[in-house]
């Protein structure tokens, strides 16, 4: 079993910057591949970056991509998305989720083994 705890989420202003963190609680953390997620009120979960247990694979969707920053220290078990240019329409309840599979861009929400309590993020305008 594999706990992951965000943190690092807040109120910022249009235009500004945050990093969110995620700790996990894994001995064999550089073997996760480790995913962002949002979800908004009303809307569905939305995939926002993912890398690959080493570092050194990343990708993201359009709406991200450019602003958003993926990274990980495998020596403190801890994922970062670092949101740079934030708009309002990226306010959302972030997660973090691991997966114990090879990098893969394209998996699915629901194939991620464990996931995160969530950190909101609010961007006013």
């Known amino acids: 079993q594999v706990q992951l705890v965000e943190s690092g989420g807040g109120l910022v202003q249009a235009g500004g910057s945050l990093r969110l963190s995620c700790a996990a609680s894994t001995r064999t953390f550089s073997s996760l591949q480790m995913g962002w997620f949002r979800q908004a009120p009303g809307k569905e979960r939305e995939f926002v970056a993912i890398?690959?247990?080493?570092?050194?694979?990343?990708a993201y969707p359009d709406s991200v991509k450019g602003r958003f920053t993926i990274s990980r220290d495998n020596a403190k078990n801890t994922v970062y998305l670092q949101m740079n240019s934030l708009k309002p329409e990226d306010t959302a309840v972030y997660y973090c989720?691991?997966?114990?599979?090879?990098?893969?861009?394209?998996?699915?929400?629901?194939?991620?083994?464990?996931w995160g309590q969530g950190t909101q993020v609010t961007v006013s305008s």
């Open positions: 890398i690959s247990g080493s570092g050194l694979s990343t």
């Open positions: 989720a691991a997966i114990r599979r090879p990098y893969n861009p394209y998996v699915k929400s629901d194939e991620y083994d464990f």
